[in-house]
């Protein structure tokens, strides 16, 4: 992979991993404001509101702790992928300007 590529990679993994913080530690906020909008859309009495409630607050705790750890594991590969390309670079410069000193 190319420098770019896995610069592409980190800066999609530390925004995944600031997404799945966000819905892990807001999963009530996003999951009361769901429940909200579907009590209105169907009109219910409410009797399964605590149900659905329950539902999507696990919903978005469970797709944040998703988005979160692959953040997290995108992140780290991609910064050792860069890590080991660059000291790869670097010791075919030295080996190169060794072949020039040589000559």
Known sequence: ??????????TLG???????????????YFGNASAESWLINNGSDGLNYNVILKGYMNTYLVGGSILFVMGVLATFFGYH??????ASDLQLDESIQDREEEK
């Open 1 to 10: 992979m190319s420098k770019d590529t896995l610069t592409t990679v980190i």
């Open 14 to 28: 530390i925004l995944s991993t600031i997404a799945g913080f966000i819905m892990l530690f807001f999963n009530v």
């Open 81 to 86: 992928q860069l890590e080991l390309k660059k």
